[in-house]
T-cell receptor, first 113, second 112 residues
Framework: AQSVSQHNHHVILSEAASLELGCNYSYGGTVNLFWYVQYPGQHLQLLLKYFSGDPLVKGIKGFEAEFIKSKFSFNLRKPSVQWSDTAEYFC???????????FGTGTRLTIIP | DAGITQSPRHKVTETGTPVTLRCHQTENHRYMYWYRQDPGHGLRLIHYSYGVKDTDKGEVSDGYSVSRSKTEDFLLTLESATSSQTSVYFCAIGIREGYEQYFGPGTRLTVT
């Protein structure tokens, strides 16, 4: 069975700081990886996705993530955060032959102006 | 916007009453999903569908049933609501054989 761990439950940063949110998954086969963002009171929006190819994936709003297969990780990064990035971020994984997503418990990001 | 609507958007109901939530999509996607979101748990899959009349259970299916009689509609029913089912419910559609999912706006359900 696949599982996802997000070790940072709540991260607080000042504007312009750099961001890295951790995501580790457990599954030995081929995986597809996703980051979703949920702004306060809204639904989940897809931030970026990895299926294959270049392990450095660029998404919307200046976010990127790097798939490191040897570490089973897919960490989310942004070089300079803005107050509008305040939201909850979810990492998710799906695997070949399994049409279901497994989500991490989420990381709440608070940006201080 | 993946063309997904959910109704109602908010509902308050009493323990023991039946409740049905509706998810409607406009783009003829084969895969549809129901999740619940609770603090500290992320999103957990309740049920999903891979075609009309084809459904399967997720990790938290107890107390819930689903039906899909048309491609565009996926219904989630709580036969007898309990306070533990107070949650935010999200519907999603899946593309790429369900590997990639897009979410609806959610329904906030409170069971008193």
């Amino acid at each position: 069975a696949q599982s996802v761990s997000q070790h940072n439950h709540h991260v607080i940063l000042s504007e312009a700081a750099s961001l890295e949110l951790g995501c580790n998954y457990s599954y030995g086969g081929t995986v597809n990886l996703f980051w979703y963002v949920q702004y306060p009171g809204q639904h989940l929006q897809l931030l970026l996705k990895y299926f294959s190819g270049d392990p450095l994936v660029k998404g919307i709003k200046g976010f990127e993530a790097e798939f490191i297969k040897s570490k089973f990780s897919f960490n989310l990064r942004k070089p300079s955060v803005q107050w509008s990035d305040t939201a909850e971020y979810f990492c998710a994984v799906s695997s070949f032959g399994n049409e279901k997503l497994t989500f991490g418990t989420g990381t709440r990001l608070t940006i201080i102006p | 916007d993946a063309g997904i609507t959910q109704s109602p958007r908010h509902k308050v109901t009493e323990t023991g009453t039946p409740v049905t939530l509706r998810c409607h999509q406009t783009e003829n996607h084969r895969y549809m999903y129901w999740y619940r979101q609770d603090p500290g748990h992320g999103l957990r899959l309740i049920h999903y569908s891979y075609g009309v009349k084809d459904t399967d259970k997720g990790e938290v299916s107890d107390g819930y049933s689903v039906s899909r009689s048309k491609t565009e509609d996926f219904l989630l029913t709580l036969e007898s609501a309990t306070s533990s089912q107070t949650s935010v419910y999200f519907c999603a559609i899946g593309i790429r054989e369900g590997y990639e999912q897009y979410f609806g706006p959610g329904t906030r359900l409170t069971v008193t």
